[in-house]
C-alpha cells in the first residue's frame, strides 16, 4: 500500500487521483498507526511551511515520518511536502523541518519578479531513476514562492530557473522531493509519478 499523507494540506484528491490513474494502490492516512501497512509514502503539502509543520505535529503523525525518512524507506515530498525535509524556511522563522537534506528554504528575492511563481517551466535534469523516461528537458506545473537551497550539491537532482537558479528536486537513497506538482504537469507529471511508483514494493504498485 502506498500512503497518501491526508493532514489538512495539500492538493489530496488531485493527488490521489493522478497516483490511481498510474495504477498505485494507495490510500489517504492521517493515522500515524496505518503507516505501519505501508510500503511508501507521498507527503503532499500547500500553504505556509510552519502551518503544514503543526498540522503533522498535531496529528502525531511527524515522528513517524522522521523515523521513516530515517530508515530510507520509499517517500516523495511535494511542493511544501518536499520543503519540510530541509532543516528550516524564511516563511517560518523557527520552525523546524525534517531536516533530512541540510539547506534552508528561501524566498525568491530577484527585483521585479513576479511572486508567486505560477505556471509551466522547465527543469534540467541529473540521472535519477524518477526521471525515466522523460524528454531531455521537460516542462512541469509550479506554484511557490520559496525554495529550498541543499547544502550538499550531490543531494539536487534537478534544477530550474525563475529570476535565479534553484533546486527544483532533491534525492538521497530512497528519498526524494519536488517543488512542482507533479499532479498537475499532464503527461511528464504522470511519467514521475509512475517512476515513483516502480520504486516502491511491488504490493503498492498493484491495484
Known sequence: ???????????????????????????????????????????????????????????????????????????????????MLFDESEESPGVRGFGFFPGKVKRFGTPGLKVPQIGWNQLDLRSHPLWRGLPVRPHVYFVHSYFPAPQVDADVTAFSTYGETFAASAARGRVAGVQFHPEKSQAVGLGILRNFIASVPASAAAR
Open 1 to 83: 500500500m502506498l500512503a497518501l499523507i491526508d493532514y489538512g494540506s495539500g492538493n489530496i484528491h488531485s493527488v490521489i487521483n493522478a497516483l490511481r490513474r498510474e495504477h498505485a494502490d494507495v490510500e489517504l492516512i492521517s493515522d500515524p498507526a496505518r503507516l505501519a501497512d505501508a510500503e511508501g509514502v507521498v507527503l503532499p503539502g500547500v500553504g505556509a511551511f510552519g502551518d503544514c509543520v503543526q498540522g503533522l505535529q498535531s496529528r502525531g503523525i511527524w515522528e513517524p515520518i522522521a523515523e521513516w525518512l530515517a530508515a530510507d524507506k520509499p517517500f516523495l515530498g511535494i511542493c511544501v511536502g518536499y520543503q
